[in-house]
């Protein structure tokens, strides 16, 4: 049974940083794309980031968060992480760490097949 616990939300003021990170269980996901998404009441959930499963193919981010986020994974510690600079407002929501069963960076939710409980983050003006 695949498990993803996220980690690291919380409150913080626009223009800081912080750290998500996503510890995985059950699988190896090694050789499987991972992403971030997020959510806020009334929305449907939305793509942040996507991180290839095969090494040195890139990642993938929405628009919104381009420059300001990184994904990145440790392979050998089995966890994700979401680092996460300049923030405002708008990036308040319910952060979901998510994984493939294919290798490929996707945007899509719908193409993701196991996901988190998610982990709040909160950024005031």
């Known amino acids: 049974q695949v498990q993803l616990v996220e980690s690291g939300g919380g409150l913080v003021q626009a223009g800081a940083s912080l750290i998500l990170s996503c510890t995985i269980s059950?699988?190896?996901?090694?050789?499987?794309?991972m992403g971030w998404f997020r959510q806020t009441p009334g929305k449907e959930r939305e793509f942040v980031a996507s991180?290839?499963?095969?090494?040195?193919?890139?990642?993938l981010y929405s628009d919104s968060v381009e420059g300001r986020f990184t994904i990145s994974k440790d392979n050998f510690k089995s966890m994700l992480f979401l680092e996460m600079k300049n923030l405002v407002p708008e990036d308040t929501g319910v952060y979901y760490c998510?994984?493939?069963?294919?290798?490929?960076?996707?945007?899509?939710?719908?193409?993701?097949?196991?996901w988190g409980q998610g982990a709040q983050v909160t950024v005031s003006s």
């Open positions: 059950g699988r190896a996901f090694n050789t499987r794309a």
């Open positions: 998510s994984g493939r069963k294919s290798p490929e960076v996707s945007s899509k939710t719908i193409e993701y097949d196991y």
């Open positions: 991180i290839s499963g095969w090494s040195g193919f890139g990642s």
